[in-house]
C-alpha cells in the first residue's frame, strides 16, 4: 500500500527535551535545553525520495529535521542530534545537512537522514517516545505500517496541539452501546496522558459484582443508575480524566451537572454498525439487549433503535459530536486542508466516511480531538470577545 506521508511534525512539547529511547533499539532526539530561546521553530517530517510519496517497497525513508534559528550563527551543538543507543549506521543510511538564510532574517539548519525502511519504527518510535506505538504497529500487517506511523504521530500532534487548552478539564465519551467509548477513550487517554475510566467498571466496583448485566439481574436497571450518577459525581471532581461513560448515563439530567464540569463528546455511530459490531461479539454484557427476540444483529438493531428515539436528543447535549455516518464533517476536511497530508486526503476519499468499517480507532480519535477542539476553541473566543466587550464597556 502506498501512502502519502509528507508530514511536517512539531510537537512543541519535545521542543527543548531530551527524550529518552527506553528500548533498546530505540535512540532520542537530543535538544539542547538552554538554547530553546534561540530556537524559533523546529520540525521533524518524514518523506521519501521520489514525489515525496513513502511506500513499503522504497526501502529507505527520509526523515528530515529542520531548525529555525533567530542568530545567523548555529553552531552544530545547538541542532538537536539524532542520539541512539545502538549503532547509528543500523537505523540512519545517509546523513545531509544544509544551512540557509531566511529571507525574514531567520537562519535555517536542516539535516536530513535517509532511515532504513525495516527501522522506521525505530525511528517513529524515538519521536514519539511511546510504548504504545511499538504495540501499536506490532498489532498490524506490513501493508499498514507507514500507514500506521502516520496516523498515530499525527494523533499525537494534535493531543499536543490540544492539550493546552484543555486545563485538565476530563472528557466524557457518550454514546450508544458499542459506540466505541471505551476503544477511543483508551486511545485519547494515552496520547493526552490522562487516566482512563470506564463508568460501568466504576459500578460494577463500588457494588461488588462482576457484571453489569448481573447487576441488572439481581438488583434492578434503577439500582445501576443510582450507582452510576453517584460513580459519574465521584469522578466530576477529578481532572485529568478520559471517561467512558454508560451508553445510558445521558438520559439522567443530573448526570449531565457532573459532566459539565469536563468536556462531553457524542461518538454518533449508525445504528446498523453498532448492530453489527455488537452482534459480533454477542449481547451477553448487554441486559438491554439481552431479552429481545430473533437473530444478534436484528434483536441488536430493534432494541437500539427504540433506544435512540428515546435519547438521540439527550446525546445532542454533548459539548463536541464525533459524526461517524453520512456526509464527511467540516473537520474532517479541515483536516485535509490543513495537513496536507496525503493520508488523510486519502482517508477520506477512500473511506468516504460512510462505510464506519473502514475508519480505524486510532481515525475515531484524531476526529474527536478536532472536535474537542473546535469545541474549546470556540469558548475561548467567545470568553475573549466578551472580555473586550465589557474591557471597552469599562474604557
Ligand atoms: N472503530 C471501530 N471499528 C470496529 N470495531 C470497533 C470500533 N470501535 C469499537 N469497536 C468494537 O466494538 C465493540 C464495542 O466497542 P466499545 O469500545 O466497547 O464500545 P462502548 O464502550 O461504547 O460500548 C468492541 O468489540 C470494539 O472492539
Ligand atoms: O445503553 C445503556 O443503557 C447501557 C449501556 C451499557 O454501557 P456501554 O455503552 O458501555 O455498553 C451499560 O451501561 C448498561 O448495559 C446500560
Known sequence: MEVGAVLD???????????????????????QDPYRE?????????????????????????????????????????????????ELDDIIVDEATETSNESDGDHSKRTMWTIADDKLLAAAYTIMNEDSVVDHFSQRGTETYHKSIDEALLLKRKSEEVLPYLNERCIY????MGSGKTTIGKILSEVLRYSFFDSDKLVEQTVGVSSVAQIF????????????????????????????TGGGAVIRPINWKFMKHGISVWLDVPLEALARRIADVGTDSRPLLHYEPGDPYSKALAKLTSLFEERGEAYANADARVSLGGKPSCSCYASCFL?????????????GHGDVSTLTPT?????????IENYVMDNAYASSSRNNFTGARRD
Do not use: T
Not at 513513502?54 to 529507505?60: D, E, I, K, Y
Not at 465519551?173 to 450508544?176: C, K, S
Not at 496536507?340 to 482517508?347: D, K, P, S
Not at 481515525?363 to 472536535?371: G, K, N, S, W, Y
Open 339 to 351: 495537513f496536507v497530508a496525503g493520508f488523510v486526503l486519502e482517508m477520506a476519499a477512500k473511506k
Open 38 to 86: 534561540e530556537r524559533r521553530s523546529s520540525m521533524v517530517r518524514f518523506c521519501n525520495r521520489r514525489d515525496n510519496r513513502a511506500s513499503v517497497r522504497s526501502g529507505h525513508v527520509e526523515l528530515k529535521v529542520s531548525c529555525c534559528y533567530k542568530k545567523p550563527q548555529v553552531p552544530d551543538s545547538l541542532f538537536p542530534s539524532f542520539s541512539s543507543e545502538i
Open 9 to 31: 511534525l512539531q510537537p512543541c512539547s519535545w521542543v527543548g527535551s531530551e527524550a529518552k529511547g527506553r528500548r533498546s533499539s530505540g535512540g532520542s532526539w537530543r535538544f
Open 363 to 371: 481515525d475515531i480519535a484524531f476526529e474527536a480531538l478536532l472536535q
Open 173 to 176: 465519551l457518550v454514546g450508544m
Open 217 to 244: 439481574k439481581q438488583y434492578s436497571e434503577a439500582f445501576f443508575r443510582d450507582n452510576e450518577s453517584e460513580v459519574l459525581k465521584d469522578l466530576s471532581s477529578m481532572s485529568r480524566l478520559v471517561v467512558a
